[in-house]
């Protein structure tokens, strides 16, 4: 019999090395790998604090299952044109509820800096919260739901890299 | 301060290149005291501004902030059901006192002295007005009634607020004239409008350049690979660069085609036309033709600080706020209507990932508009060239590959400059 408090640890270690790998497929621009955290039938949504506490839908990015996830990566990385910069996003205070169902709730911080080669800060282009649905894909675990919920509303000029 | 250029002090400074409209000096985007007449002459002057959707009001006592020019307002519902816009600044020591992005009260308090204003943006109190046991408060020819924040005329139309501080403002349609009034119908086309959410961004380009780049449909051919690649607009479509007889509104209009049809000489010259290009969920590109008019993209531009995106199924209003020369905010409201289904509804949201700061054409825009400002900022002093269709002057233009709208804004704004 497995001590319960031992099967939470191993479960929010799990999510914590989701996190820092799925930030990771970001921070190299890797997009095609982002899309694989993602279920085939995963909502994916960057949504205000504003919108999302006022039960208003709109998403900075919008994406009803892993297909439309995909074109978002293939777009980003084949037609869309924005000047070039590097991202770090980092999670932290993690909060881990399982779920009777087997899926299991999680919400984290996260702070996203972006730098443009041509200046010298990075500059804090999102800070905010996911608030997520895991599932499990054989072994592994993968996202039904990431809800970024983004605090500063005023984003500057553009959000090229998903969060 | 005096910036015609017969000025002395401005001797070599803020003239206009040649005698023509073809070529637009960096100054007009990059100089502070230009700037500050625009303020002055356009926003405060005699223009309708866009404030607000009726849909964002709906009860006595609603209100939400905005703006006119970089000037914030307040816009407020009273009891007797008609919208007021006032300035957010308190009589007494200048207090923003809205802090709040919406709400519904019942009457505003300053928070630093608690000044007391009704719905309708009138003082009504004033704490110890009369001092404390006949010592101290206000002089007795004080009136509540003079120290009013400084209110706005109003109109509406098809659930669109609009202010301005000339308090005897022609009607909107004779501001917009018929022809841009005919596009705005068409998509305020009567039914209820429900709130979707909002976007908001800083940019740091000057502000004309946003009604420059929706005054373009020469970038759109050549900028956007999802315009080009599923038809939306690409050179040879059925499409039109409307203006109106000023000069100071426009709508791009284009007509979603066949892209089979376009043929090898306009593909060869268009780098972002990617083709066979497949979406793996192509829902996001269906067109549900649900408005009385030829056109599936229209992108309306009404001076001077709203965009009206109608781009297929996603809709939404763009107010502009300017910040200073090099720098505007850009709040988006979008929308669908009563009556939509759910998954109507869903279909505005997954087309929404065009627009917006993140959106497939949106960040590129932005980007592009970034990059200018970055030109006149670095390589100072030089112009830009506007000279595609000669052959139209300034005004509207039936081809894509024209930039006589943009003239046409430029010779309004340089009557009503003074420049
Ligand atoms: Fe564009």
């Given at each position: 019999?497995?001590?319960?408090?031992l099967?939470?640890?191993l479960?929010?270690?799990?999510?914590e090395?989701?996190n820092?790998d799925?930030?990771a497929?970001l921070?190299?621009q890797?997009?095609?790998?982002?899309?694989?955290?993602f279920?085939e039938?995963a909502?994916y949504v960057?949504?205000s604090?504003e919108?999302?506490?006022?039960?208003?839908?709109?998403?900075?990015i919008?994406?009803e299952?892993?297909?439309?996830?995909?074109?978002?990566?293939f777009?980003l990385?084949?037609?869309?044109?924005?000047?070039?910069r590097?991202?770090?996003?980092?999670?932290?205070n993690?909060?881990?509820a399982?779920q009777?169902d087997?899926?299991?709730?999680?919400?984290a911080?996260?702070?996203v800096?972006?730098?443009?080669?041509?200046?010298?800060d990075?500059?804090?282009?999102?800070v905010?919260?996911?608030r997520d649905?895991?599932?499990?894909?054989?072994?592994?675990?993968k996202?039904?739901?990431?809800?970024c919920?983004y605090?500063?509303l005023?984003?500057?000029?553009?959000?090229c890299?998903?969060? | 301060?005096?910036i015609?250029p017969?000025h002395?002090?401005n001797?070599?400074?803020?003239?206009?290149?040649?005698d023509?409209?073809?070529?637009?000096?960096?100054?007009?985007?990059?100089d502070?005291e230009?700037?500050?007449r625009?303020?002055?002459?356009?926003?405060?002057?005699r223009?309708?501004?866009?404030?607000a959707?009726?849909?964002?009001?709906?009860?006595a006592?609603?209100?939400?902030?905005?703006?006119?020019?970089?000037t914030?307002v307040v816009?407020?519902?009273?009891?007797?059901?008609?919208?007021?816009?006032f300035?957010?600044r308190?009589t007494?020591?200048?207090?923003e006192?809205?802090?709040?992005?919406?709400?519904?009260?019942?009457?505003?308090?300053?928070?630093y002295?608690?000044?007391?204003?009704?719905?309708?943006?009138?003082?009504?109190?004033?704490?110890?007005?009369r001092?404390v046991?006949?010592?101290?408060?206000m002089?007795k020819?004080?009136?509540?009634?003079?120290?009013?924040?400084r209110?706005?005329?109003?109109?509406?139309?098809?659930g669109?607020?609009?202010a301005?501080y000339?308090?005897?403002?022609?009607?909107?349609?004779?501001y917009?004239?018929?022809?841009?009034?005919?596009?705005?119908?068409?998509t305020?086309d009567?039914r209820?409008l429900?709130?979707l959410g909002h976007?908001?961004?800083?940019?740091?380009?000057?502000w004309k350049?946003?009604h420059?780049?929706?005054k373009d449909p020469?970038h759109?051919?050549?900028l956007?690979?999802?315009?080009?690649?599923f038809?939306?607009?690409?050179?040879?479509?059925?499409?039109?660069?409307?203006a109106?007889a000023?000069?100071?509104h426009g709508?791009?209009?284009?007509?979603k085609?066949?892209?089979?049809?376009v043929t090898?000489?306009?593909k060869?010259?268009?780098?972002a036309?990617?083709?066979g290009m497949?979406?793996?969920?192509?829902r996001?590109?269906?067109?549900?033709d649900?408005f009385?008019s030829?056109?599936?993209v229209?992108m309306?531009?009404?001076w001077?600080?709203l965009?009206?995106q109608?781009e297929?199924n996603t809709l939404?209003?763009?107010q502009?706020?300017p910040?200073?020369p090099?720098e505007?905010?850009m709040k988006?409201?979008?929308?669908?209507f009563?009556?939509?289904?759910?998954?109507?509804?869903?279909?505005?949201l997954?087309?929404?990932?065009?627009?917006g700061?993140a959106?497939?054409?949106?960040?590129?825009?932005?980007?592009a508009i970034?990059?200018v400002?970055?030109g006149?900022?670095?390589?100072?002093?030089?112009?830009?060239l506007?000279?595609?269709?000669?052959?139209?002057?300034?005004?509207?233009?039936?081809?894509?590959?024209?930039?006589?709208?943009?003239?046409g804004?430029?010779?309004?704004?340089?009557?009503v400059?003074g420049?």
């Amino acid at each position: 019999m497995t001590d319960p408090r031992l099967e939470a640890l191993l479960l929010r270690a799990e999510i914590e090395a989701f996190n820092a790998d799925y930030c990771a497929r970001l921070d190299r621009q890797d997009l095609n790998a982002w899309v694989q955290c993602f279920t085939e039938d995963a909502f994916y949504v960057v949504i205000s604090r504003e919108n999302f506490e006022r039960g208003q839908p709109v998403g900075l990015i919008y994406c009803e299952g892993r297909p439309m996830i995909q074109d978002r990566a293939f777009a980003l990385l084949n037609t869309a044109m924005f000047g070039p910069r590097y991202l770090r996003h980092m999670v932290s205070n993690l909060s881990v509820a399982a779920q009777p169902d087997g899926s299991v709730q999680a919400r984290a911080n996260f702070v996203v800096f972006e730098v443009l080669t041509d200046r010298p800060d990075a500059r804090l282009l999102q800070v905010g919260e996911y608030r997520d649905v895991f599932v499990r894909d054989g072994e592994a675990l993968k996202l039904r739901e990431r809800r970024c919920v983004y605090d500063n509303l005023l984003i500057p000029t553009a959000l090229c890299i998903p969060v | 301060m005096d910036i015609s250029p017969e000025h002395p002090r401005n001797a070599g400074r803020l003239l206009w290149p040649g005698d023509d409209l073809t070529r637009i000096p960096d100054w007009v985007y990059t100089d502070q005291e230009v700037y500050e007449r625009e303020v002055e002459r356009i926003f405060h002057g005699r223009t309708w501004n866009y404030v607000a959707l009726e849909a964002e009001l709906p009860n006595a006592g609603d209100f939400i902030r905005s703006n006119v020019g970089p000037t914030p307002v307040v816009v407020s519902r009273a009891k007797d059901g008609a919208v007021h816009v006032f300035e957010n600044r308190c009589t007494h020591r200048a207090a923003e006192f809205c802090r709040e992005l919406t709400g519904n009260v019942k009457e505003f308090v300053c928070p630093y002295h608690q000044w007391t204003y009704d719905l309708k943006g009138r003082l009504q109190g004033v704490p110890f007005r009369r001092g404390v046991a006949g010592a101290g408060g206000m002089p007795k020819e004080f009136t509540t009634a003079d120290h009013s924040p400084r209110q706005l005329a109003v109109t509406t139309h098809r659930g669109v607020v609009f202010a301005s501080y000339a308090p005897d403002m022609e009607p909107l349609a004779d501001y917009l004239g018929p022809e841009v009034m005919r596009e705005f119908e068409a998509t305020f086309d009567g039914r209820a409008l429900v709130i979707l959410g909002h976007y908001r961004h800083s940019l740091p380009g000057n502000w004309k350049l946003y009604h420059e780049n929706l005054k373009d449909p020469y970038h759109a051919t050549l900028l956007h690979t999802f315009l080009v690649t599923f038809g939306l607009l690409v050179a040879g479509n059925k499409s039109l660069m409307l203006a109106d007889a000023s000069g100071r509104h426009g709508v791009m209009c284009s007509a979603k085609s066949d892209v089979s049809k376009v043929t090898a000489e306009a593909k060869g010259e268009m780098r972002a036309f990617k083709e066979g290009m497949k979406l793996a969920d192509a829902r996001m590109m269906a067109f549900i033709d649900e408005f009385d008019s030829p056109w599936s993209v229209t992108m309306a531009t009404i001076w001077p600080n709203l965009i009206v995106q109608r781009e297929m199924n996603t809709l939404g209003i763009r107010q502009l706020v300017p910040t200073g020369p090099n720098e505007f905010i850009m709040k988006w409201t979008m929308f669908g209507f009563e009556g939509d289904s759910e998954e109507m509804t869903r279909h505005r949201l997954r087309q929404g990932n065009l627009m917006g700061p993140a959106g497939f054409l949106g960040l590129e825009d932005n980007e592009a508009i970034k990059f200018v400002q970055d030109g006149m900022l670095r390589v100072p002093g030089g112009e830009h060239l506007v000279a595609l269709d000669p052959a139209t002057p300034f005004g509207t233009s039936e081809t894509l590959i024209s930039e006589s709208a943009i003239r046409g804004m430029y010779r309004h704004w340089r009557e009503v400059m003074g420049l």
